[in-house]
Structures are given as structure tokens and as C-alpha cells.
């Protein structure tokens, strides 16, 4: 089976932005200031497809672009790219969006007789807040777009300090709940895929779909190059756990580890 690779992009639109109509009335273009590229890859051990019970090596090249802040702000590889709308230091929400990759029996044989669930999209908003200046909340809620017709939102708690000068330890608490269109698409099994697929038949309806715990260790090597190695695992539950496709065939017990790094080029729009 061959490897998928899922790009994340980050695109600061800056015409959604709240402060474009103040760039404006200063002489200044929506685009005008200082922003940044990072680019990189992730290397990772993960399920083969959401419930299974064996993993593969994957890898993901990471993309991001946007606008610079007034500084350092913790960012965690679980956060989709988003673009923030209202800024007020210790709070911020905004837009955020999330490519889905297709899935079919090409992702294991234990799909094989269930429909292809199609590439696409899931779009919503987010809201991050900073009680203390070592702890962060975000919570996202997205659409689904092609893929799925359901809705997803994952919330995450996450404390982070720095261990050393350029090292900095993460962690927290995760989970994530969505209605019966996710479920449907990919945990749901009618009357012909049991038939063609020998699992039993399963309708699922919404709730939580796993709960779990997350840690990185984050090197910054230079001022613009980290690295980071990461640790995350999840406990499918609800609807997710209850299908047929992971009691019969898969695991609740959700696995990933991996590391990556990234480079950062900083440049100006006039």
C-alpha cells in the first residue's frame, strides 16, 4: 500500500481580517507588513486508518504561512490551520480549516467491501484562551465539505515550559466529538457493505468519538529552524468504538509518534 501524504496549509487571508479595514485607513494595503513561510516534513508511526489496530510510517509535509506576531505564541501539531480574526493577547478566535484525505480499501484490508469515503474539506472556527502564560485551551468545530456531511469539534488543554533555553516540553489532555455525518462515513456500515464486507451491520448516531493525551518535545535549534519530536494517544469512544469495522477488525487504542522540523523565512509585504 502506498504511503499518503497530507499537506497542512496554513493561508493567511488577510482580506477576512478584521484588521484590514484599519490597514486601510492608515494608507496601507490589507496585505502590507510582516509575515512568515514555514516550511518542513513530519515522519510519524499511525494507525492505517482511523480505528485500526496495526500502524505504518507515514509522512506529512508541513506548510504554513502567515502573519508575525508580536511574539513567540505556543503552537501545538494538533492545531489546523486557522487565521485569527480577533486577537486580544490572552484570547484569540478566528477561522480554521482542515484537508481530509480520501479513504478506501487501499488503506487496509479490513475496509475492503466498505464504501470510499472521498477527499475533502472540514470548515468552521476556533477559540484559544491563556489563563496562565504556561497554559493553553483551543477548542475547534468544523464542517464537513465532500468527505462527510457531519460536524466535528476537538478540544484540547495544553502546558507547556521551556526545560532549557531552546527546549520546551508540551502537553495536555485531548478529545473530540462529532455528529452522526462523520460517524456515518467513516465508522458506519448499511445492509450491502455488511454483505459485501462480512461485518455487521452498524448505524451510528453523534458523541464523543475518542479522548486521549498528547506531549512534544520542541528543539529550537536556531531562530528560525526547530525540530520536534511527539507523542500522541486516544481512546476511541461513543459511536466510534461501538462500530462493527473496530470491534470485529480494529482497536480502540489509538497510537501515533513521530518527529518533525521546520524552517521558517520571515520576509515583508509592502
Do not use: C
Not at 81 to 102: H, N, W
Not at 108 to 116: A, C, F
Not at 131 to 143: G, I, K, W, Y
Not at 146 to 164: M, Y
Amino acid at each position: 500500500m502506498s504511503h499518503r501524504s497530507v499537506v497542512s496549509i496554513s493561508l493567511a487571508i488577510a482580506l477576512l481580517s478584521a484588521g484590514s479595514v484599519s490597514a486601510q485607513e492608515s494608507g496601507q494595503h490589507f496585505w502590507s507588513g510582516d509575515w512568515y513561510l514555514s516550511v518542513g516534513v513530519a515522519g510519524f508511526s499511525a494507525p492505517k486508518f482511523e480505528g485500526s489496530s496495526h500502524n505504518e510510517f507515514k509522512f506529512s509535509p508541513l506548510i504554513s504561512v502567515g502573519r508575525q506576531g508580536a511574539g513567540a505564541r505556543f503552537s501545538s501539531r494538533n492545531d489546523n490551520p486557522s487565521f485569527a480574526l480577533i486577537d486580544k493577547g490572552a484570547a484569540r478566535a478566528g477561522i480554521v480549516g482542515r484537508f481530509v484525505p480520501s479513504r478506501d480499501d487501499g488503506d487496509g484490508n479490513e475496509l475492503k467491501g466498505l464504501k470510499k469515503v472521498k477527499w475533502g474539506a472540514e470548515a468552521g472556527g476556533f477559540v484559544e484562551v491563556y489563563p496562565t502564560d504556561f497554559l493553553r485551551a483551543r477548542a475547534e468545530v468544523r464542517q464537513g465539505i465532500r468527505a462527510h456531511d457531519g460536524i466535528v469539534a476537538d478540544l484540547a488543554v495544553d502546558a507547556f515550559t521551556d526545560i532549557a533555553p531552546d527546549l520546551q516540553l508540551s502537553g495536555g489532555p485531548r478529545a473530540t466529538f462529532a455528529t452522526s455525518g462523520y460517524y456515518d462515513a467513516y465508522y458506519g456500515v448499511n445492509a450491502k457493505q455488511a454483505a459485501a464486507s462480512g461485518l455487521d451491520p452498524y448505524k451510528p448516531s453523534s458523541g464523543i468519538q475518542s479522548y486521549g493525551a498528547g506531549a512534544a518535545l520542541t528543539w529550537k535549534a536556531t531562530e528560525n529552524l526547530s525540530a520536534s519530536s511527539f507523542l500522541e494517544y486516544k481512546r476511541l469512544a461513543g459511536p466510534a468504538a461501538d462500530s462493527s469495522l473496530v470491534r470485529e477488525r480494529g482497536s480502540k487504542n489509538q497510537l501515533l509518534i513521530g518527529v518533525s522540523a521546520t524552517y521558517k523565512f520571515n520576509f515583508s509585504l509592502q
